[in-house]
Protein backbone atom coordinates (compact mmCIF):
# COMPACT_ATOMS: atom_id res chain seq x y z
CA UNK A 1 0.00 0.00 0.00
CA UNK A 2 2.63 2.57 -0.91
CA UNK A 3 1.97 5.99 -2.54
CA UNK A 4 -1.54 5.94 -2.17
CA UNK A 5 -3.20 8.50 -0.52
CA UNK A 6 -3.85 8.59 3.41
CA UNK A 7 -7.65 9.21 3.04
CA UNK A 8 -8.18 6.57 -0.22
CA UNK A 9 -11.09 3.88 0.12
CA UNK A 10 -7.86 1.17 0.52
CA UNK A 11 -6.02 3.26 2.92
CA UNK A 12 -9.70 3.79 5.10
CA UNK A 13 -10.28 -0.29 4.99
CA UNK A 14 -7.03 -0.90 6.19
CA UNK A 15 -7.71 1.30 9.25
CA UNK A 16 -10.61 -0.18 10.17
CA UNK A 17 -13.45 0.28 7.74
CA UNK A 18 -15.17 2.67 5.65
CA UNK A 19 -16.06 4.82 8.93
CA UNK A 20 -12.33 6.25 7.79
CA UNK A 21 -12.84 6.91 4.73
CA UNK A 22 -11.76 10.76 3.89
CA UNK A 23 -9.83 10.92 7.28
CA UNK A 24 -6.20 11.98 6.77
CA UNK A 25 -3.74 13.31 8.49
CA UNK A 26 -4.77 16.64 7.69
CA UNK A 27 -8.51 16.11 9.07
CA UNK A 28 -7.34 14.47 12.09
CA UNK A 29 -5.04 17.89 12.66
CA UNK A 30 -8.39 20.29 12.30
CA UNK A 31 -10.11 17.58 14.62
CA UNK A 32 -6.97 18.50 16.96
CA UNK A 33 -6.86 21.58 16.91
CA UNK A 34 -10.79 22.51 16.95
CA UNK A 35 -10.70 20.45 20.49
CA UNK A 36 -7.48 22.10 21.63
CA UNK A 37 -8.87 25.20 20.72
CA UNK A 38 -12.15 24.38 22.75
CA UNK A 39 -9.93 23.41 26.08
CA UNK A 40 -8.14 26.53 25.84
CA UNK A 41 -11.49 28.97 25.91
CA UNK A 42 -12.68 26.51 28.92
CA UNK A 43 -9.99 27.26 30.40
CA UNK A 44 -9.39 30.88 30.06
CA UNK A 45 -12.26 32.02 30.37
CA UNK A 46 -14.16 33.86 32.67
CA UNK A 47 -17.24 31.38 33.51
CA UNK A 48 -18.71 31.27 36.42
CA UNK A 49 -19.35 27.71 35.72
CA UNK A 50 -17.54 26.47 32.55
CA UNK A 51 -19.64 24.83 29.68
CA UNK A 52 -19.20 21.64 28.45
CA UNK A 53 -17.87 21.52 25.01
CA UNK A 54 -18.44 18.44 22.74
CA UNK A 55 -15.18 16.78 21.14
CA UNK A 56 -15.15 16.68 17.11
CA UNK A 57 -16.62 13.47 16.35
CA UNK A 58 -13.83 10.99 14.98
CA UNK A 59 -14.31 7.48 13.31
CA UNK A 60 -14.09 4.65 16.21
CA UNK A 61 -11.05 2.61 15.81
CA UNK A 62 -11.76 -0.98 14.38
CA UNK A 63 -13.61 -3.49 17.10
CA UNK A 64 -14.54 -6.56 17.22
CA UNK A 65 -17.69 -8.49 18.80
CA UNK A 66 -15.67 -8.43 22.51
CA UNK A 67 -15.58 -4.43 22.07
CA UNK A 68 -11.73 -5.17 22.10
CA UNK A 69 -9.24 -3.76 19.60
CA UNK A 70 -9.02 -5.91 16.90
CA UNK A 71 -5.83 -8.54 16.64
CA UNK A 72 -4.49 -10.46 13.78
CA UNK A 73 -3.06 -10.19 10.21
CA UNK A 74 -3.04 -7.39 8.79
CA UNK A 75 -5.26 -7.13 5.55
CA UNK A 76 -4.50 -8.22 2.78
CA UNK A 77 -4.99 -6.78 -1.19
CA UNK A 78 -7.77 -9.62 -1.60
CA UNK A 79 -9.49 -8.87 1.46
CA UNK A 80 -9.33 -5.28 1.13
CA UNK A 81 -11.08 -6.00 -2.63
CA UNK A 82 -13.87 -8.17 -1.00
CA UNK A 83 -14.59 -5.48 1.15
CA UNK A 84 -15.03 -2.87 -1.10
CA UNK A 85 -16.94 -4.95 -3.98
CA UNK A 86 -19.19 -6.43 -1.24
CA UNK A 87 -23.08 -5.78 -2.28
CA UNK A 88 -24.99 -4.04 1.19
Do not use: C
Not at 47 to 56: D, G, I, L, Q
Not at 61 to 88: F, H, L, M, W
Amino acid sequence: MQRLPDTSLTAALASGGREHFGWGVDRHMKADIFDALNQNTRATGNFKKPPKFEPWPRPKPGRNKTGEPKQGRRASVADIYKRVTARR
